[in-house]
């Protein structure tokens, strides 16, 4: 059966697999991240978080390179690695569509792969710093209010905060930049890895996720991320009537000593599914909008599935104006910013 199974796989993708297998279970997806549309690797990278010799990848990039799913460019000493978006589309689509394969061989490398991949983009050419959207996910994630004492010991509990930059014209005006920021949700997360009860863990959807009733509150994590973006419950915070009435009974309410982070909604990401199987279809473009989304005005975020090709965030994302925060650190956030454009300015 499973060398039936091996020869329906097309070449790219069977060598493809081939790689992740060599990574373990836990960095499979993170290099599948790596052959997002758009980014750029060498073989000295795919060596540093593998098990494989030099000549090995090299091997399985080579494969790739002939199947058309990447493209090589020579800069200096260096071979970069870029990946052809509508091959690697494919290869997300065949993933996707492998429920019956992984059925007859569910310890195979594809198994784990979901139908899809969330993202986020934020205009930053479009922000206000109106803070909308740290209201709103406050109340939609039951994120209580600590008082400014604890605010003042840097014990704030919002998953959602506004950095404001400024620069200094040469007219002797400020320029105020508006930079939303979030759990990035990681491909190959720094706070994954450090957790000692697997509390935050990375699902198939390209989620970074939480286990509250596991956190033990070692705050590991915080302290791995670069975000810094994870809050921790030094208190059980109370919601006195009538507050108590507005808490989203989608949510957990979290209790003394666990970390807490943005979690891209994932309540209105599971009501969204169950709707779209209900009436018998696929998730649609705009099914699921994150609460930050819903309530920014200037429509400045945009939230969606990148297996679609067709989506807003898709076309967003490859947008040129588009960044990943620290993205020389490697870890394939799925927040992309974009630019904001200044008149007169030439863009970077």
Not at 6 to 14: F, K, S, V
Not at 223 to 239: D, E, Q
Request: some cysteine.
């Amino acid at each position: 059966m499973r060398q039936s199974y091996a020869r329906a796989i097309p070449r790219a993708w069977r060598h493809t697999a081939r790689l992740f297998e060599a990574l373990g279970d836990a960095h499979r997806q993170r290099i599948l991240l790596m052959f997002e549309p758009g980014e750029e690797l060498t073989v000295g990278q795919i060596v540093g978080a593998s098990t494989l010799s030099r000549s090995a990848v090299a091997h399985h990039l080579k494969v790739l390179r002939e199947a058309g799913v990447l493209h090589a460019q020579k800069v200096g000493k260096e071979v970069w690695y870029r990946t052809d978006p509508q091959a690697v589309r494919e290869v997300w689509r065949m993933m996707a569509d492998s429920k019956r394969a992984a059925k007859e061989a569910p310890n195979s490398a594809y198994a784990h792969f979901a139908n899809h991949k969330w993202a986020m983009a934020i205009d930053l050419n479009s922000c206000t710093g109106c803070s909308a959207c740290i209201v709103a996910c406050s109340a939609e994630n039951n994120v209580a209010v600590v008082g400014k004492e604890q605010i003042a010991r840097g014990r704030e509990l919002m998953w959602l905060r506004l950095e404001r930059y400024y620069e200094e014209n040469a007219d002797g005006t400020f320029d105020v930049r508006h930079v939303p920021m979030m759990c990035q949700q990681c491909g190959a997360a720094p706070c994954e890895s450090v957790c000692p009860v697997y509390a935050t863990y990375h699902n198939p959807e390209g989620l970074n996720a939480m286990i509250y009733n596991r956190c033990v509150g070692t705050r590991y994590c915080s302290n791995n991320c670069p975000y810094k973006v994870r809050a921790f419950n030094w208190y059980s915070y109370k919601f006195p009537a009538p507050l108590n009435w507005q808490l989203n009974p989608d949510v957990t309410v979290r209790d003394k000593g666990v970390m807490e982070k943005c979690t891209f909604c994932i309540q209105r990401i599971r009501v969204a599914k169950d709707t779209a199987k209900d009436e018998n279809r696929k998730v649609r473009d705009g099914d699921v909008v994150t609460a930050c989304a819903q309530t920014c005005p200037s429509k400045a975020i945009v939230f969606g599935d990148l297996m679609d090709p067709e989506s807003e965030i898709s076309k967003r994302v490859h947008s040129e104006r588009g960044y990943k925060v620290l993205g020389d650190l490697n870890t394939y956030p799925s927040v992309t910013y974009l630019k904001k454009v200044t008149r007169g300015v030439p863009a970077a």
